[in-house]
């Protein structure tokens, strides 16, 4: 009886981390989004500061224009990966399927 | 007492031994470095309560080692990912115990580099004037943004194929399981993984090239954009890309030397490493060289009273030492050394990227000071001498490079275990295969 | 919009220095100690360049007064990151000091040299403290400044006009520096406006500019020296 409950309990903790790793993870990549929007709105302001101040908005939209996708794409890269990790069960069923 | 994680029994157990087991030294190096580190941090403070007013910087010369070492750190940390990436779309095989290596240093240096336009700033309390108000038509904004966008691709870069890596050490167990359970993102060695892991570090090295390239072209605008004799030239962008990668070449080298002898990795660092990238460090000097004497050529030529007077200021005024020397380390000792055959050992080739280290310093300091140091309206000549607290920071600067790439291999295998295997599994037939398909036949047979 | 603009006849100037004198005191700016100013530390508003001529034993020395240039094409606006430095309507170059962050890349920009940084927390003796201007702020430690054609003149000069309903006239603001002038060898006032002195004296033949190549069209105008 004891071990048993012993090993639900270990169990339960181990489930439990596995929980907050996997918070941890999803925070860690939302925050990479977080910090690539930051990015964009400030660009974006700093955009509409030019604009307001008539001070040559031309050059600050032809850098923001190269530099929000490349953000983009980054950001874009590592939720591809982050999900494509995730999809390892589909996979595996698909890979014995076609075996 | 934890328990003792057993590795040996792997192919690679020196890979993993740096990780698993401490001595002495790593705790005396972490000594040493972080004294060094507080008594920049000391200076810094300095600094910040007294004014710039410490540092030897004046007028005109209002740039000083700030610049220079950022500048020259930047230009290290373009050894990494740019090579990295170059090695691994030319599917060179020998890439596969450099790449990790190259991408750490990047990672490590950029940080360094991109805060030091921080500690040049009389008022860094303002520094989020930046995001309020900041001028994206200021080339010093410009580099915010490609420094920023060139951080985050390499620390994906390093980190992207460091995942399988750190899923071997979360299998392991032992210490810190819960971190590298953290950072493995669910890496179960599924060839769905692997699928998809190897096309996001390809769309990547692809990606990374570009802004790296960029990187160093926007740190060399914040020069030429200014009309300032010396500076305000078109060569600016690639000369300092060129120079970027010759000192980046340099400091991997350096890098790769002591680690081999530190971790004992003569087995993974063998010498044809060191000849092909000495052969790249050698190419990179003579392009340097090229670059260097186009722009001194045409300043000569066109004889532009200014910029001849700033020439000649640097041929034979009081920095003229540091120009000759910059010939000497950059052009004359790595050629010597790397072009005959029996001067390109090892400690050759360390010698050379020593050489080719200071000589680049040399040459951001003969960019930033002469020109500032001749104003082009009749003012006496200014002369510049760095302050102990300017040294204090570049010390420190280093200190904080070696910190970092210790701990880092104190956590992380500092060359891929993962792409070893793989090398060691499937390269051979891999490059068997992709010769095959050179030669010349019918096209069905490469398949 | 009037466009300010500065002429110096340096066949008047005698080179004594008193425009800088009341520069300093006009825009409260800081007392450099002698060591500090032997680094190259010291502050002007309002500098004066000294240039050696010929040979020994027949030296000539010319001096001439170089304020800021305040450029209708400024090479300092274009590099400040943060807004710190602008060019406004009439012409006028300003700084802004609690913006700036003192990165000195307009310093590093700027042909002319004509901005100075405080690489200490400004200092004054005692005696200058009583007398300070209250018309212009005190600087604080880590920013750039520079002349301003001691625009708070200005100010007061437009008021006083306003609340007399006319225009301003022709030399009623005038910077400290042209105003104490022994020689009258600074002239200032608006170059759109044809009547007045300045825009005669820039047609003069004797005018030239600082680097005019450059193509940061200066509004300081200097008068060569008479033959």
Request: aromatic content about 14%; charged content about 20%; proline content about 5%.
């Amino acid at each position: 009886m004891n071990e048993s409950k012993k090993k639900i309990n270990e169990g339960r903790i181990k489930s439990m981390q596995d929980k907050i790793i996997a918070l941890a993870q999803l925070a860690s990549f939302l925050a990479m989004w977080v910090f690539v929007i930051g990015i964009t709105i400030w660009i974006i302001n700093l955009i509409s500061v030019s604009v307001e101040l008539h001070d040559a908005p031309g050059v600050s939209l032809g850098i923001s224009l190269i530099a929000i996708p490349v953000f983009i794409t980054l950001a874009s890269i590592l939720t591809y990966a982050y999900f494509g990790f995730k999809k390892k069960d589909n996979s595996k069923l698909k890979n014995s399927s076609e075996d | 007492m934890p328990k003792k994680i057993q590795y040996d029994y792997e192919t690679d157990a020196v890979l993993y031994r740096p990780i698993y087991e401490t001595g002495k030294g790593f705790y005396i190096t972490v000594g040493i470095l972080l004294l060094i580190i507080l008594w920049a941090l000391f200076m810094y403070i300095t600094q910040v309560w007294f004014g710039l007013g410490v540092t030897g910087m004046n007028q005109p010369i209002t740039w000083g080692f700030y610049i220079v070492n950022f500048v020259f750190f930047i230009g290290i940390s373009h050894a990494g990912t740019l090579i990295s990436a170059i090695l691994r779309l030319s599917k060179a095989e020998w890439r596969r115990p450099i790449t990790r290596m190259a991408e750490v240093i990047t990672a490590i240096v950029l940080a360094i580099g991109g805060l030091h336009p921080i500690l040049d700033l009389g008022r860094p309390d303002r520094v989020l004037n930046l995001f309020t108000a900041g001028r994206l038509q200021s080339p010093l904004l410009w580099d915010v943004t490609s420094i920023t966008a060139y951080f985050t691709a390499s620390t994906i870069y390093l980190y992207l194929p460091m995942i399988p890596d750190i899923a071997r050490l979360r299998d392991k167990g032992g210490k810190l399981t819960w971190l590298y359970n953290f950072l493995s993102w669910g890496w179960q060695d599924t060839e769905h993984q692997k699928k998809v892991l190897n096309r996001a570090i390809n769309i990547l090295m692809i990606m990374v090239i570009p802004i790296a390239i960029s990187v160093h072209t926007v740190i060399s605008y914040i020069f030429s954009m200014t009309l300032q004799p010396g500076w305000h030239s078109t060569i600016f962008g690639p000369y300092f890309v060129v120079g970027a990668i010759f000192s980046g070449i340099a400091a991997l080298l350096i890098l790769m030397i002591a680690s081999r002898k530190v971790f004992h990795l003569e087995n993974y660092l063998k010498k044809i490493h060191f000849q092909y990238l000495g052969t790249l460090l050698l190419i990179m000097s003579l392009l340097w060289f090229y670059f260097t004497f186009s722009e001194y050529l045409t300043g000569i030529f066109g004889s532009e009273p200014h910029e001849m007077h700033i020439i000649l200021y640097k041929f034979t005024g009081p920095y003229a030492i540091f120009f000759w020397g910059m010939i000497l380390c950059n052009f004359i000792i790595p050629v010597i050394l790397l072009g005959f055959k029996r001067f390109k050992t090892i400690t050759g080739i360390l010698f050379a990227s020593i050489a080719v280290v200071i000589g680049m310093w040399l040459e951001r300091l003969n960019i930033v000071v002469p020109s500032l140091a001749n104003p082009r309206i009749e003012l006496p000549i200014g002369i510049y001498f760095p302050s102990i607290v300017e040294w204090a920071l570049f010390m420190g600067g280093i200190a904080v490079f070696i910190l970092g790439y210790v701990l880092f291999s104190k956590f992380f295998p500092i060359i891929s275990i993962w792409e070893t295997e793989e090398g060691r599994k499937e390269a051979i037939t891999e490059v068997e295969e992709r010769i095959q398909s050179y030669l010349p036949g019918d096209e069905t047979i490469s398949k | 919009m009037p466009k300010w603009a500065m002429i110096i006849d340096l066949d008047k100037c005698t080179g004594c220095g008193d425009c800088m004198a009341a520069c300093k005191l006009e825009n409260n700016i800081a007392i450099v100690s002698p060591e500090e100013a032997n680094n190259g530390r010291v502050m002007f508003w309002m500098d004066m360049i000294t240039m050696y001529e010929g040979e020994y034993p027949n030296i000539q020395i010319k001096r001439m007064p170089k304020p800021c240039f305040h450029c209708d094409n400024p090479p300092c606006i274009k590099v400040c990151p943060v807004y710190a430095t602008y060019i406004n309507d009439e012409g006028l170059v300003g700084q802004v000091y609690h913006r700036c962050i003192g990165c000195r890349y307009c310093m590093v920009a700027c042909p002319y040299t004509a901005k100075v940084f405080n690489w200490y927390e400004p200092e004054w003796p005692e005696e200058f403290k009583v007398c300070f201007n209250p018309d212009v702020s005190v600087r604080m430690k880590g920013v750039v400044e520079k002349c301003s054609f001691c625009a708070h003149r200005l100010i007061t000069v437009k008021e006083t006009a306003d609340s007399e309903e006319r225009e301003i006239r022709d030399e009623e603001y005038l910077p400290a520096c042209s105003e104490s002038c022994p020689a009258d060898a600074i002239y200032f006032g608006d170059l759109d406006n044809r009547e007045s002195k300045v825009y005669n004296l820039s047609r003069s033949s004797r005018a030239f500019r600082e680097f005019e190549d450059l193509g940061t069209e200066p509004k300081v105008i200097y008068l060569l020296k008479k033959e």
